[in-house]
């Protein structure tokens, strides 16, 4: 079960902001919620096929990963044929990464149970010396899996189209709310 994270005190804050307001009384309450330890390599797993593709192909695409190695863990992804997951849809490269991913955890290198106790900054130099995990990734990792308050990706192209959108030039007086602000420019790009 997931635990509940209290963004209260962000969505106070920036219900002030001419362009966040209006965003939080149409969306209602962030949604992002930190995740078990157990799923840090699962979501790392779903965030290196996701890279640079359509939601839809992304979760296509991780869906057969998931249904071939039953469960997400390293030994499984390291004793997986490397044709296997390409059949699933992943690059070669992708299929590189993930590798990667699991011999340095199964390796030592990356000690997955502790990234929730480590700034993050900490976090991000542990994860972009995986092959293929960039400061996106660890955006993603910091803010949808750790639910850290204060990342905002600004090279993301959902977020620089929603800042466009709206005329934002400056996301810096959301600091230390950047995580929600981020949550809300993205769910403006939506139709409801």
């Given at each position: 079960?997931?635990?509940?994270?209290?963004?209260?005190?962000?969505?106070?804050?920036?219900?002030?902001?001419?362009?966040?307001?209006?965003?939080?009384?149409?969306?209602?309450?962030?949604?992002?919620?930190?995740?078990?330890?157990?799923?840090?390599?699962?979501?790392?797993?779903?965030?290196?096929?996701?890279?640079?593709?359509?939601?839809?192909?992304?979760?296509?695409?991780?869906?057969?990963?998931?249904?071939?190695?039953?469960?997400?863990?390293?030994?499984?992804?390291?004793?997986?044929?490397?044709?296997?997951?390409?059949?699933?849809?992943?690059?070669?490269?992708?299929?590189?990464?993930?590798?990667?991913?699991?011999?340095?955890?199964?390796?030592?290198?990356?000690?997955?149970?502790?990234?929730?106790?480590?700034?993050?900054e900490e976090v991000r130099n542990k994860l972009v010396a995986v092959k293929g995990i960039g400061n996106w990734t660890a955006e993603m990792f910091l803010m949808f899996s750790?639910?850290?308050?204060?990342?905002?990706?600004?090279?993301?192209?959902?977020?620089?189209?929603?800042?466009?959108?709206?005329?934002?030039?400056?996301?810096?007086?959301?600091?230390?709310?950047?995580?929600?602000?981020?949550?809300y420019l993205w769910r403006s790009l939506e139709n409801r």
């Amino acid at each position: 079960m997931r635990k509940k994270n209290n963004w209260i005190e962000a969505e106070k804050f920036l219900s002030t902001d001419k362009h966040i307001g209006p965003l939080i009384k149409k969306w209602g309450h962030c949604t992002i919620v930190p995740i078990k330890k157990s799923l840090y390599f699962e979501d790392l797993v779903d965030a290196i096929c996701s890279q640079q593709l359509s939601g839809k192909a992304a979760k296509t695409i991780f869906e057969r990963v998931k249904k071939l190695l039953i469960k997400i863990t390293p030994k499984n992804v390291l004793t997986i044929d490397e044709q296997k997951l390409r059949d699933c849809g992943l690059s070669w490269q992708k299929v590189s990464y993930i590798k990667d991913l699991a011999t340095k955890v199964v390796g030592g290198d990356l000690n997955l149970s502790i990234l929730d106790k480590l700034s993050d900054e900490e976090v991000r130099n542990k994860l972009v010396a995986v092959k293929g995990i960039g400061n996106w990734t660890a955006e993603m990792f910091l803010m949808f899996s750790l639910a850290r308050p204060d990342i905002f990706p600004k090279d993301d192209l959902g977020i620089q189209k929603a800042m466009k959108n709206l005329k934002i030039k400056n996301p810096s007086r959301w600091k230390l709310h950047r995580t929600v602000a981020s949550w809300y420019l993205w769910r403006s790009l939506e139709n409801r």
